[in-house]
T-cell receptor, first 111, second 115 residues
Framework: DAGITQSPRYKITETGRQVTLMCHQT?????MFWYRQDLGHGLRLIYY???????DKGEVPDGYVVSRSKTENFPLTLESATRSQTSVYFC??????????FGEGSRLTVL | DQQVKQNSPSLSVQEGRISILNCDYT??????FLWYKKYPAEGPTFLIS?????DKNEDGRFTVFLNKSAKHLSLHIVPSQPGDSAVYFC??????????????FGTGTRLKVLA
């Protein structure tokens, strides 16, 4: 199906483990974004990508790593998860400046 | 330092009345603004947008107003319906020196429309 999908939708991990959240879009949008949603903070930008092999830091990039080898995929990796990274993560895509299309979110709990 | 602020965490409105959600920003270089609605356990969905060259944009029951001099935008919902109960986020587009764009979101306002 066309759209933007995130996996896993739910994940529980332990402190210090590596976790990768996947994001896949079928529109061939040039831009992709990762946000985290936390109470009192709204949606904060972690990383974004303007095209394949072009990535840039957002507002809260520390502790996260991204890559974009293909236009349709934009995985987010927590190399050593911490409790403060417990959050709901949203991936989004857009075609240059315009409407952002969001995935359904990945709820991550770090114990 | 929050560049996009929604100072009202919550708002309650009677069904049929007007809902006004406010958003302030600090960066005068922001040139495109969007409003999103979010239901629990779902991703945000696009509502309406406005370019900095305009001061108003309307789409059905939703109108967005932009006051560039005050760095303020607002979303008006008329008439409000119970199905409008959700969290609303405003967002601003920021162009980097490299010519790429990113979107900065506010903290959100939870709207409750009372039947």
């Amino acid at each position: 199906d066309a759209g933007i999908t995130q996996s896993p939708r739910y994940k529980i991990t332990e402190t210090g483990r590596q976790v990768t959240l996947m994001c896949h879009q079928t529109w061939s949008h040039s831009y992709m974004f990762w946000y985290r949603q936390d109470l009192g903070h709204g949606l904060r930008l972690i990383y974004y990508s303007a095209a394949a092999d072009i990535t840039d830091k957002g507002e809260v990039p520390d502790g996260y790593v991204v890559s974009r080898s293909k236009t349709e995929n934009f995985p987010l990796t927590l190399e050593s998860a911490t409790r403060s990274q417990t959050s709901v993560y949203f991936c989004a895509s857009s075609d240059v400046v315009g409407e952002l299309f969001f995935g359904e979110g990945s709820r991550l709990t770090v114990l | 330092d929050q560049q996009v602020k929604q100072n009202s965490p919550s708002l309650s409105v009677q069904e049929g009345r007007i809902s006004i959600l406010n958003c302030d920003y600090t960066n005068s270089m922001f040139d495109y603004f969007l409003w999103y609605k979010k239901y629990p356990a779902e991703g945000p969905t696009f509502l309406i947008s406005i370019s900095s060259i305009k001061d108003k944009n309307e789409d059905g029951r939703f109108t967005v107003f932009l006051n560039k001099s005050a760095k303020h935008l607002s979303l008006h919902i008329v008439p409000s319906q119970p199905g409008d109960s959700a969290v609303y986020f405003c967002a601003a587009s920021d162009e980097n020196t490299s010519g790429t764009y990113k979107y900065i979101f506010g903290t959100g306002t939870r709207l409750k429309v009372l039947a």
